[in-house]
């Protein structure tokens, strides 16, 4: 196994434990963003700050206003003083198109993810932007 790949791991390891802070139910997902071999931010899916940390309603559907792993982690970026520019971001699972839209806007080159998101949609999109995109099966880890 190379070194990459090796780190790779590692730091799917570690997004998998952020994931347990969620609250939400249904899935847990947790990402974690490394530059120069620095976590740099962090974030799981759940309510924005100030809401209640409940993601589903009563019919167990995730509310609408549920943040993403992904958009957590590139917000909490933009209010510190780093840069996304050139990261990498490891998600637990793989994202949806619009936190890939997110991804590719905040500079982020490589995408590690741990599990397919019910569409690939996301992926295709960031394939297509040029970002390098990698699968770490959470489940081998």
Known sequence: ???????DQRYMRMALIWAENSYCQRRQV???MVKDHR???D????????FENICEDENYKTKPYVLHAEANAITKIARSHNSSDGATIYVTASPCI???KLIIQ???RRVVFGETYHTDDGIRLLERAGIEVVFCDKNAL
């Open 30 to 32: 947790g990402a974690l």
């Open 98 to 100: 619009e936190c890939a």
């Open 39 to 41: 976590i740099i931010s």
């Open 1 to 7: 196994m190379d070194k990459q790949t090796s780190l």
């Open 43 to 50: 974030g799981y899916n759940g309510t924005p700050s100030g």
């Open 106 to 108: 905040a500079g982020i």
